[in-house]
């Protein structure tokens, strides 16, 4: 497994494809393609910038409205065959998003909704043999955010991908994955098969009622059993990316090159005392 840059280490500020400059200048082995914005560049610019960089490409994002009314799902949904083929051209064989835990729609309502929406993106996407990770949101305000709860816990969540489809599996975050109350037993309990991409960072020690998602600290500045997170990624035989994804800790406000270094090194500190590296 290896670190990847993602934009949020620089508040958004560097994207798709001074990310992809950035990520090699401050020694990230990975990083995320902002797929819409490669797809415009083409396929052998992609491939060169990459190549250039010396980068792997860790994860895209599923290019398909699937929260809104079912023309914009649909609409989004005749794109994704281009979108799949384009990410595995490119050596990115993994899509990734993310599943609110609160709804206005009550739970039973919103699962038949998505479950039957992510089964025909996963339709899609194995015909390029592309993977889809659903993420799963773990903080109590994102849970209280709306009428419903709906799905939050890594088992559940691990449960409804695996009807979604046989390349559907998990976007693991270990800031949810920790919030959530999970533990290693899970991952390993989960498989390598079913865990798509990772995302890496950490947590400071709050109650519940207090945490907030958009307060995140680098890799081993905080309480979150990292170690492990990611020997239990190593026992499943995970070799794919840990893209650094904080949100706050003052990041926006640093140089980029500053912020990006300091979520490498952040990154490749606690890999290498898990024994990982």
Partial sequence: MYPAYNPQL?????????????????????????????????????????????????????????????????????MLPDAAAFAAAIGCPRMVTYILSSSDKPKPEQRRMLLDRFRK?????????VRLGLEFLGPLHIRKANKYEFIWRMDEMLEFAQECGSNCGLLLDVWHWHHAGAKASDIIRAGKERIVHVHFNDAARLPPEEVRDNQRLLPGEGIIDLRGFLQALKQIGY??????????????????????????????????EAGVV
């Fill in 10 to 78: 620089t508040g958004g500020r560097v994207q798709w494809p001074d990310s992809a400059e950035l990520a090699a200048r401050t020694g990230f082995p990975g990083v995320d393609v902002s797929l819409g914005t490669a797809m415009k560049a083409g396929l052998e610019p992609t491939l060169r910038l990459l190549s250039t960089g010396h980068l792997k490409p860790a994860a895209v994002d599923l290019p398909v409205n699937f929260r809104q009314d079912e023309p914009a799902f649909e609409q989004g949904l005749a």
């Fill in 121 to 129: 993106c996963s339709t899609v996407l194995a015909r390029s043999h």
């Fill in 239 to 272: 070799e794919d990316g840990l893209s650094v994804e904080v949100f706050g800790r003052g990041l926006k406000e640093m140089d980029p090159v500053r912020a990006a270094s300091l979520g490498f090194e952040a990154a490749r500190r606690v890999m290498a």
